[in-house]
């Protein structure tokens, strides 16, 4: 991997506040979510810090899409 594919590559890396906001939920609400493992949401660790990837974010929010009222 090129300089400049890992530059493109930590561009579309969200961190934790800009993710949440994308879901519209507290950023707070990710981390508890990480450390339960109730959502299988994918999360990448740089050092100490949380990046999430759109894609990710666009696949989960996918997988979660409801056509009724039913939570099966």
């Given at each position: 991997?090129?300089?400049?594919?890992?530059?493109?590559?930590?561009?579309?890396?969200?961190?934790?506040?800009?993710?949440?906001?994308?879901?519209?939920?507290?950023?707070?609400?990710?981390?508890?979510?990480?450390?339960?493992?109730?959502?299988?949401?994918?999360?990448?660790?740089?050092?100490?810090?949380?990046?999430?990837?759109?894609?990710?974010?666009?696949?989960?929010?996918?997988?979660?899409?409801?056509e009724t009222g039913a939570t099966a």
């Amino acid at each position: 991997m090129t300089i400049q594919e890992i530059i493109e590559s930590s561009r579309r890396l969200l961190d934790e506040k800009a993710a949440a906001e994308y879901l519209s939920i507290a950023p707070g609400t990710l981390s508890v979510w990480r450390s339960t493992g109730r959502h299988t949401l994918p999360f990448i660790k740089v050092g100490r810090n949380v990046r999430y990837r759109v894609s990710d974010l666009d696949a989960w929010l996918s997988k979660r899409t409801r056509e009724t009222g039913a939570t099966a």
